[in-house]
């Protein structure tokens, strides 16, 4: 089973979720609201879940083997750095032609 795409549909400032992110999974299953999570000075992934009667939380999908986890960790951690590489250079460019246009007033 190959990842194919990976978006990151929305990214979090503060509290330990940081993204929520959407995968593809051999161009045929989307999968969608994995959770991008920094907690213990280390990021992880949460699988999207339903909360049952009783308070409880089961994953809707998720990973069977340790190894395919793992893949999808790191795909999906990769692309969540990414994303907030390209944000923070957006936020930085925007922020430098606010100087300069209010430098020309």
Same mark, same amino acid.
């Given at each position: 089973?190959?990842?194919?795409?990976?978006?990151?549909?929305?990214?979090?400032? #503060?509290?330990?979720?940081?993204? /929520? %992110?959407?995968?593809?999974?051999?161009?045929?299953?989307? +999968?969608?609201?994995?959770? *991008? @999570?920094?907690?213990?000075?280390?990021?992880?992934?949460?699988?999207?879940?339903?909360?049952?009667? #009783?308070?409880?939380?089961?994953? /809707? %999908?998720?990973?069977?083997?340790?190894?395919?986890?793992? +893949?999808?960790?790191?795909? *999906? @951690?990769?692309?969540?750095?990414?994303?907030?590489?390209?944000?923070?250079?957006?936020?930085?460019?925007?922020?430098?032609?606010?100087?300069?246009?209010?430098?020309?007033?």
């Amino acid at each position: 089973m190959q990842i194919t795409d990976v978006k990151v549909r929305k990214l979090f400032n #503060d509290g330990p979720m940081k993204a /929520i %992110v959407s995968v593809t999974l051999d161009n045929q299953l989307a +999968v969608h609201d994995i959770k *991008v @999570i920094n907690a213990h000075d280390r990021f992880f992934i949460v699988m999207p879940s339903r909360k049952n009667p #009783d308070d409880t939380y089961r994953d /809707i %999908v998720h990973p069977i083997n340790a190894q395919f986890r793992s +893949v999808l960790e790191s795909t *999906v @951690i990769d692309a969540y750095e990414q994303a907030l590489a390209q944000a923070e250079a957006e936020a930085a460019a925007a922020e430098a032609e606010e100087k300069a246009a209010s430098a020309e007033d």
